[in-house]
Nanobody, 120 residues
Framework: QVQLVESGGGLVQAGGSLRLSCAAS????????LGWYRQIPGKQRELVAS???????NYADSVKGRFTISRDNAKNTAYLQMNSLKPEDTAVYYC??????????????WGQGTQVTVSS
């Protein structure tokens, strides 16, 4: 059962942009909050951005002002718009479904990931 599928990764030069998409099943999309994570080689997977069902968003300090998370309820799809990309943004990016508890987001379901590589 494929519930979350990422796409849109690829190769881009520093300063460029990419838009990642996360297609979800209807039930997963409707009843969960969503988050984008990334895993940089040699580092722990980190939460990049999250969005609640009501549209409230949170961002890691490293991407504030550059990345934007959004969701399209009609298409059951979440997005991560990434601008002003830096080589240190190179990572595998994962879409997740989960829940906010107080100020924290907890993932419960994961996509397979999509590679983003930023060259200098």
């Amino acid at each position: 059962q494929v519930q979350l599928v990422e796409s849109g990764g690829g190769l881009v030069q520093a300063g460029g942009s990419l838009r990642l998409s996360c297609a979800a099943s209807r039930s997963i999309f409707k009843f969960n909050d969503l988050g984008w994570y990334r895993q940089i080689p040699g580092k722990q997977r980190e939460l990049v951005a999250s969005i609640s069902g009501g549209g409230s968003t949170n961002y890691a300090d490293s991407v504030k002002g550059r990345f934007t998370i959004s969701r399209d309820n009609a298409k059951n799809t979440a997005y991560l718009q990434m601008n002003s990309l830096k080589p240190e943004d190179t990572a595998v990016y994962y879409c997740s479904a989960g829940r906010f508890y107080s100020e924290n987001y907890y993932p419960t379901t994961w996509g397979q990931g999509t590679q983003v590589t930023v060259s200098s």
